[in-house]
């Protein structure tokens, strides 16, 4: 039998067994582009402390209200306020963990920035969400690289 129409109809026998369940499964990354540049407007607007409040629970867990909006602020204070921001790449990755809570769907989105301090360079920004167990995407994170 020719490759390509074997390459074929495994894809559609695949379709058809995983597209139903799928289908469920499956993220606009046009969302997550759009809620990727809530959670940047949020910290631009120093609304950071609501940021965190809404984050995934092992986000919570894994630094605190205090330290998230300090570690923020410290690395933008360095930058200034954004003048240019576009979106670059958008990631989706399974992570296996032991703790259910850190497990599972994530999804980042970079973005290249362009800072009033820096205005000869930009700075990618990576904004992360996690699917957790209740099935809703939260905020996971923010660093600048």
Known sequence: MNPMIRLLLAATLLWSWLGPAAAQEILEAS???RGGMQAIDM???GKTGELWD???PATRKRVTR???VSQVARSRAQIGMPQMRTWVS???QVVTAPDSD??????SIEYETRFASKPDGTVRELVSFHLDQDRVWR????ALK
């Open 66 to 68: 205090a330290e998230f």
């Open 90 to 92: 958008v990631n989706r």
């Open 31 to 33: 969302d997550m582009v």
């Open 139 to 142: 905020f996971s994170g923010y």
């Open 102 to 107: 850190t497990a599972g769907q994530y999804v």
């Open 54 to 56: 809404g984050a995934a």
């Open 43 to 45: 910290i631009d607007q």
